[in-house]
């Protein structure tokens, strides 16, 4: 799940994630049941390109488990972070604090498929 105020750059994360396979699950929100996210009935199957318009945002994935969640509006302020968390429905989910890094989309398809190691 990809957090920040407008203009921060969460359709343009979605954009590079969907460029390396990603699925959408909504541009717009998304419905939070535990830490199930789910598409919400009638969402467009669309993305904002700021700039370009409307895209057409390929397959769309109705329903995920949450297991990450990027906040655009904070920026990391350590090389290597500790291991940050955020609670959701008496759960915790790896947070990452991502405000202006640059080479996000590709760090964090790594994360998600190898892991972070913990040293």
Known sequence: M???PS???K???ALALLA???ELICDDGVWLDGLD???PDGAPDLIEARGVGLLHAGPICPRAPLSL???LDRAETDRLPPRRLVHIHNQKVELILAAGQVTLAPTLIHLL???R???
């Open 20 to 22: 390396h396979g990603a």
């Open 69 to 71: 969640v990027v906040d």
């Open 7 to 9: 203009g921060s750059g």
């Open 117 to 119: 190691a913990d040293l």
């Open 37 to 39: 996210l789910t598409r």
């Open 2 to 4: 990809i957090l920040g």
């Open 11 to 13: 359709s343009s994360l």
């Open 113 to 115: 498929r190898y892991g």
